[in-house]
C-alpha cells in the first residue's frame, strides 16, 4: 500500500491519504473543530518520528467552541479541627503527665500531632486530634473531674492557615483564620472557646433558675401571696450564688489569658475570639440575669419572713388573751 521515497524518506500517500482525510472530514463535522485544525494534526501525524519540536500540541484555537482551559486546583489550606467538653464542676490537674508540657497555666500538653489544654474550672479543649485519641485523653481525665457533667457540655471550631498575618480574620459561622499554627494562637483559642462552653453551660443554670422563679412571681401577681415552700426559694438563692461564684471566681470570663502578657501582639486577635463568641456581652446578660434572681430571691424570702413575723406575733397575743381570760376566770371563783 505504501512505496516509498528514496530521495525523502517519506512514504507517498497511497490509500491510507485518502481514509485518513475523509476520517478528519467525518470527526471535524462532527466535533465542531474547524477541517484546518486537523489538517495541521494530520500534517503532524505524518512527519516522520524523531522531531520533537514538531510533535502534536494543542492550541486553544483549535478547543470546541465554548469549551474553557481548565488548570489545576490549588491546594484546600491546613485546617485543624478543635473540640472544647466541659466535663464537670472542676479538673485537677496537678501532676499530670499525659505528654510533652507546653504551658503550665493553664496546663496544656502535646499529645501526638495535637494539643490538649485543660482548664480548671471543668473544660478541656482538644486541638489536632483524631476521635480515638480524644477518647483516650478524655477517659485518662475522668478519675481528675470533680462534680461530674452528663451531659458534657460542647463546643467545636476550625482552625485554618492563611497566608498573611493581617488575614487573620474570623468568618461569621467560618473557620478561625491563623497566619501560623503556633502555640501561643491556639492557646488563645482554647481559652475563648473554653469560656464560651462555661458560659453556655451557666447559662442554662440561670434559665433554670428563672424557670423556678416564674410560678413564685405568677402566684404572688394574681393571689396576692406568696408560697410557703421556704426550703424551694432557699435552694434558689443558693443556685444563683453558685452560678454567680463560678462565673466571678473559678471562671473569670472577663481576664484576658497569660500569653497576651507575653505576646501582646496577640491581643488584636484575642479581640476578635472575644467579638466572635460575644464573651463580654453574654457575660454582662448573665449578671443582669443574676442580679434578678438575687432581687427576687430576697424579696420573696423578706415577704415569707414578715408573715411568719406577723404569725408569731398572733400566737403571743392569743397566748396573753388566754392568760387573762384564765386569770379573770380564777378570780371570779375565788371571789365565790
Not at 500517500?13 to 465542531?32: E, K, M, N, R, Y
Not at 484555537?61 to 481548565?70: R, S
Amino acid at each position: 500500500m505504501f512505496r516509498r521515497n528514496a530521495s525523502s524518506g517519506r512514504m507517498k500517500p497511497g490509500l491510507c491519504d485518502a481514509i485518513v482525510d475523509h476520517w478528519v472530514i467525518t470527526f471535524a463535522q462532527t466535533s465542531g473543530v474547524s477541517n484546518g485544525g486537523f489538517r495541521q494534526g494530520k500534517c503532524a501525524m505524518m512527519e516522520p518520528r524523531g522531531r520533537p519540536e514538531q510533535d502534536i500540541r494543542v492550541n486553544v484555537d483549535q478547543l470546541p467552541v465554548g469549551t474553557t482551559p481548565t488548570s489545576p486546583k490549588p491546594d484546600a489550606a491546613p485546617t485543624l479541627r478543635i473540640r472544647a467538653v466541659m466535663l464537670g464542676e472542676r479538673i485537677n490537674p496537678s501532676g499530670l503527665e499525659i505528654g510533652a508540657p507546653v504551658s503550665s497555666t493553664p496546663a496544656a500538653f502535646r499529645v501526638h500531632a495535637g494539643l490538649v489544654v485543660i482548664f480548671r474550672y471543668g473544660v478541656v479543649v482538644l486541638i489536632g486530634l483524631l476521635p480515638s485519641e480524644e477518647k483516650v485523653v478524655l477517659d485518662s481525665l475522668k478519675p481528675r473531674v470533680i462534680g461530674e457533667l452528663s451531659p458534657h457540655e460542647e463546643e467545636t471550631a476550625q482552625a485554618q492557615l492563611c497566608k498573611d498575618e493581617n488575614a487573620e480574620v474570623i468568618q461569621p459561622g467560618g473557620p478561625i483564620n491563623l497566619a501560623k499554627f503556633s502555640d501561643d494562637r491556639l492557646l488563645l483559642i482554647a481559652d475563648a472557646l473554653a469560656k464560651s462552653t462555661s458560659l453556655a453551660r451557666d447559662e442554662r443554670r440561670v434559665a433554670a433558675v428563672f424557670d423556678v422563679i416564674e410560678p413564685f412571681a405568677r402566684e404572688l401577681g394574681e393571689k396576692g401571696r406568696t408560697p410557703r415552700r421556704r426550703k424551694g426559694i432557699l435552694q434558689l438563692i443558693g443556685n444563683a450564688l453558685l452560678v454567680q461564684q463560678r462565673v466571678a471566681g473559678r471562671v473569670a470570663v472577663a481576664e484576658k489569658p497569660d500569653v497576651l502578657w507575653e505576646k501582646p501582639q496577640l491581643d488584636r486577635l484575642y479581640s476578635r475570639l472575644e467579638d466572635e463568641y460575644e464573651l463580654k456581652e453574654r457575660l454582662d446578660t448573665l449578671e443582669r440575669k443574676l442580679k434578678v434572681v438575687a432581687e427576687t430571691a430576697d424579696a420573696l424570702t423578706d415577704i415569707i419572713d414578715t408573715q411568719r413575723s406577723l404569725r408569731l406575733e398572733i400566737a403571743v397575743v392569743v397566748l396573753i388573751v388566754i392568760e387573762v381570760v384564765i386569770g379573770c376566770i380564777q378570780i371570779l371563783s375565788g371571789t365565790h
